[in-house]
């Protein structure tokens, strides 16, 4: 009879809802341009002259990520471990570029390469090809003195 009671008693607070359903809030903030990510931030991010698919900012922190139509992506955070959000990459090799320290690494077909300003890091990331000096000098350029 208890076990019955038991039972039924365990139906009962199933049916009625008396469990806890937790939601995770998403801390992803999607917006649609370079303005409206800069008013999250405390600072401005560069842009790179090129057709921009997505503007990423991370609620509740300094990162932020411009991903570009051609597949590379631009990322600024205060942590340089996890600025690219790539972990196990392989170092392929350090230069100096703008009096920059610029680190190189490849991941499978993704290459990246991280860079701080004493403030804050920054990642670029081709997701199909080399990174491109050009791009990465202009950027390297444009973060320097950000503050």
């Not at 139906?11 to 992803?28: D, E, K, R, V």
């Not at 990423?56 to 600025?83: G, M, P, Q, S, W």
């Not at 570029?97 to 081709?126: L, P, R």
Request: proline share 1%; net charge negative.
């Amino acid at each position: 009879m208890k076990k019955y009671i038991f039972i039924t008693l365990f139906c009962i607070l199933l049916l009625t809802g008396c469990t806890t359903n937790t939601q995770i809030a998403n801390p992803i903030i999607a917006v649609n341009t370079i303005e409206e990510m800069n008013d999250y931030l405390s600072y401005k991010v560069p842009v790179l002259d090129k057709d921009v698919k997505d503007y990423i900012l991370i609620k509740d922190t300094a990162h932020a990520r411009i991903v570009y139509e051609d597949n590379t992506e631009f990322d600024i955070d205060k942590d340089e471990e996890t600025v690219s959000g790539i972990y196990g990459g392989a170092k392929v090799k350090e230069e100096i570029i703008e009096n920059i320290n610029v680190k190189y690494y490849v991941y499978d077909n993704i290459h990246y390469v991280i860079w701080t300003n004493g403030t804050y890091s920054f990642s670029y990331q081709n997701m199909n090809d080399n990174i491109n000096f050009d791009e990465l000098k202009i950027l390297c350029e444009k973060t320097k003195d950000l503050k």
